[in-house]
């Protein structure tokens, strides 16, 4: 354990999704689709169809080429993930990836996975109300958060029209109202965006300041809300 760097001790009620303690976080070229790459060939599959539809346009990446990823490193990462996949959580976005675990030195051996990559690693520790979120300039009193779950364009739609009939009482955060208010399916990019326009994501909340609003939500998303929150300023 002493060998491990930890380079952030984070100060919170809660530990990461209520069950770990620490997170390893790092930066790669493609990660995200290998977060939902079979193997190496769907992932190479994957990377080739998102450039070959960008080129009639927009370029997927600038400067970028399908031959400019790092094929080994990627692999070796998904083989770690599929052998150690009961003992941790993966959070990616982008080309961010974010890894949870309570095994310490199953954490420190990403260091030689993805050797070229320097890897921020961070400790959680506990204080606080676990009902509170303490935030820099909260701008309401009370957040909720939704919980990972399939829904319906039918259902979006509804959601929509409950914000734009409540504009001065819920505040959803900008990634979900970015997410109900684009209607697009695009198949073109290998999946990952018909994919994610299809599922309510745990990061997803919505923001309100009257206590008694908690009463309009549980009506409206039953058996879709997650953990409520009261806000307080740092």
Known sequence: MESLELNNVEVRPT????????RAKYKMMGIHAA???????????????????SS???????????K????????????WRSINKEKIMLRIAGDSCSVFSNDLP??????YIVIKNSIEYTEIQLDGDPDVKILKDPKHNYRIYFTNKQVTDEFKQEMLELFNAHPNTLFPCPALLKWVEDPRFNPRSG??????RKYLMPFYFIDYDDESTIL??????????????KLEKR
Request: proline share 3%.
């Open 15 to 22: 530990l990461y999704f209520n069950k770990y303690r620490y």
């Open 35 to 53: 977060s939902y790459a079979k193997d190496i060939t769907h992932f190479r599959e994957i990377i080739n169809r998102q450039h070959r539809y």
């Open 56 to 66: 009639s346009g927009t370029p997927y990446r600038y400067g970028i080429t399908p």
């Open 68 to 79: 400019d990823y790092d094929y080994d490193t990627i692999e070796r990462f998904m083989l």
């Open 106 to 111: 199953l954490l420190e051996s990403l260091k």
């Open 191 to 196: 999946g990952v965006g018909a994919w994610r």
């Open 216 to 229: 309009l939500l549980s009506l409206f998303f039953d058996g879709y809300l997650g953990k409520k929150y």
